[in-house]
Nanobody, 119 residues
Framework: QVQLVESGGGLVQPGGSLRLSCVAS????????MAWYRHAPGKERELVAR??????????DSVTGRSTISRDSRDNGKKAVYLEMNNLKPEDTAVYYC??????????WGQGTQVTVSS
């Protein structure tokens, strides 16, 4: 089993920044592919950013240029992934979910963290 725990959400003013963290524990393997999705009210869940096991990153068009996904680079056994978002907009308001996999052919979700962009 794999557990994903997100943190870092909250209320941010338009134009602000935030950093979401996701720590994976359990039988994660060495460097699983991990991603951030978001789900806004009335919209489909969408992929925000993904980092492959080899470190290749992809982003949704809506966040390209103002978001960065990265892994914990320290050799401490910590399986963590981060999402830094800048120049936040009201349309970035959503619940953000961490996603990992495939790990042994399975995929895992975190419980989500709320991000609200409002003045």
């Amino acid at each position: 089993q794999v557990q994903l725990v997100e943190s870092g959400g909250g209320l941010v003013q338009p134009g602000g920044s935030l950093r979401l963290s996701c720590v994976a524990s359990g039988r994660t393997g060495d460097r699983p592919a991990m991603a951030w999705y978001r789900h806004a009210p009335g919209k489909e869940r969408e992929l925000v950013a993904r980092i492959s096991s080899g470190g290749i990153t992809t982003y949704a068009d809506s966040v390209t240029g103002r978001s960065t996904i990265s892994r914990d680079s320290r050799d401490n056994g910590k399986k963590a992934v981060y999402l830094e978002m800048n120049n936040l907009k009201p349309e970035d308001t959503a619940v953000y979910y961490c996603h990992a996999g495939p790990i042994d052919l399975r995929y895992y979700w975190g419980q989500g963290t709320q991000v609200t962009v409002s003045s």
